[in-house]
């Protein structure tokens, strides 16, 4: 399949590639195209074989749902059976937004798209560009993430044409996303609110709105959870790269002392090695490879660089990657959900 590949800016948006992009969609084609959280594979929402095709494009199980996008609260209200207050005053407060919350579905939303599950996922998303392409294809797009199934999110364009290129119709080019990790998801379906995955808008910040405690889905704080998690994507290896990556805990100067140490025995070993480290570290490390996410402390440019380093360290050949952990509080919680997984939960406590 030829991929089309179009670039366009949030504040200069050229109107016919977005009605190509439409047209596509509209007729049961696919279309990767940029968001504030990271880039996402769309297809028509409400038609089964586009879910499909998405499906057979990323290599993804059919039991992983996807979200639906939307642009505006009528849209929500005509697939869903009911809209629980509490999600009522969270899409007042962060939508259009990297949120993504769970209602029962109706029988408009095929099952192919929910991943056979009666809960549909949804998020209205704030890119300018997203939100003219959803309207564009009549207002309802499915959409994971451009990635192949279990590789790290694309947060810029060239790993989704990295991925994609030849398997889908068109490619949106919509430069960096700003948050750089998935959406926050909600769950309401259960009664009382729960966060099935942490994202940028976090725990604090959802409960200050709700006025209520908001509980986190055991199987994603326990590592060692035998519970299937709420989310079924949350069971699949996610966000991998191709080196072997492993969390180095403890003090500043433990961790770059053990870590030299790490890196020299693969070196010596034949391996090629990366460090993730920050902007206050990246200094004192002896590597192959070594890659700042950001300044310490702030989880916001960690989330951001995060997706895009560990792909950058898989165009570098790196074996062997090993990362500084970060505070597990606020943002950082979705950070180091993302960098467990990534690490397939290989940690080193000092
Ligand atoms: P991705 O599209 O790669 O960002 O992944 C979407 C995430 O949303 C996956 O972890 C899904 O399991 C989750 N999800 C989608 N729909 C539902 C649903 N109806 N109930 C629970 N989790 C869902
Ligand atoms: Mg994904």
Redesign the pocket.
Same mark, same amino acid.
């Given at each position: 399949m030829n991929t089309e590949i179009a670039v366009l800016t949030e504040d200069n948006i050229d109107k016919k590639v977005i009605k190509r992009a439409g047209d596509i969609l509209r007729a049961g084609g696919l279309v990767a195209f940029p968001t504030e959280t990271v880039y996402g594979l769309g297809g028509d929402a409400l038609n089964p074989e586009s879910s499909k095709k998405i499906y057979a494009a990323k290599g993804r199980p059919s039991d992983? +749902? /996807?979200?639906v996008h939307i642009t505006n609260m009528e849209a929500l209200e005509k697939i869903v059976t009911e809209i629980p207050e509490g999600a009522r005053i969270l899409s007042q407060r962060f939508w259009p937004g990297p949120l $993504?919350m #769970?209602f029962k579905k109706n029988d408009i939303v095929p099952r192919e798209t $929910?991943?056979g /599950?009666d $809960?549909? =996922?949804v998020r209205m998303p704030s890119n300018k560009i997203a939100a003219a392409m959803i309207d564009a294809a009549g207002g309802y797009v499915a =959409? +994971?993430?451009a990635n192949l199934s279990g590789r790290p999110s694309p947060t810029v364009a060239k790993y989704v044409i990295e991925d994609m290129n030849g398997r889908i119709d068109m490619i949106i080019d919509g430069g960096d996303s700003d948050v750089g990790l998935?959406s926050t #998801?909600v769950?309401f379906t259960a009664g009382e609110p729960m966060i /099935?995955?942490p994202g940028y808008i976090t725990k604090e910040m959802l409960e200050e709105a709700l006025s209520t405690a908001v509980s986190v889905d055991k199987a994603i704080i326990d590592s060692n959870s035998k519970v299937a998690p709420? =989310? +079924?994507?949350?069971k699949y290896r996610h966000y991998a790269p191709k080196g072997e990556l492993t969390i180095v805990e403890g003090s500043s100067e433990a961790v770059t002392e053990a870590v030299n140490g790490y890196v020299s025995e693969a070196s010596l070993a034949g391996f090629r090695t990366g460090v993730i480290a920050t902007e206050e570290t990246k200094s004192l490390y002896r590597a192959d490879s070594v890659k700042s996410v950001g300044h310490a402390g702030r989880e916001d440019e960690v989330a951001h660089h995060l997706f895009r380093i560990l792909r950058e360290f898989d165009d570098e050949g790196i074996e062997k990657i090993f990362s500084e952990s970060f505070a597990d509080s606020g943002l950082g919680a979705a950070v180091m959900n993302r960098l467990l997984k990534a690490a397939g939960h290989k940690v080193i406590k000092l």
């Open positions: 992983n +749902p /996807l979200i $993504t #769970i $929910t991943g /599950l $809960t549909v =996922a =959409a +994971p993430s998935e #998801i769950d /099935l995955r709420k =989310a +079924p994507g949350m």
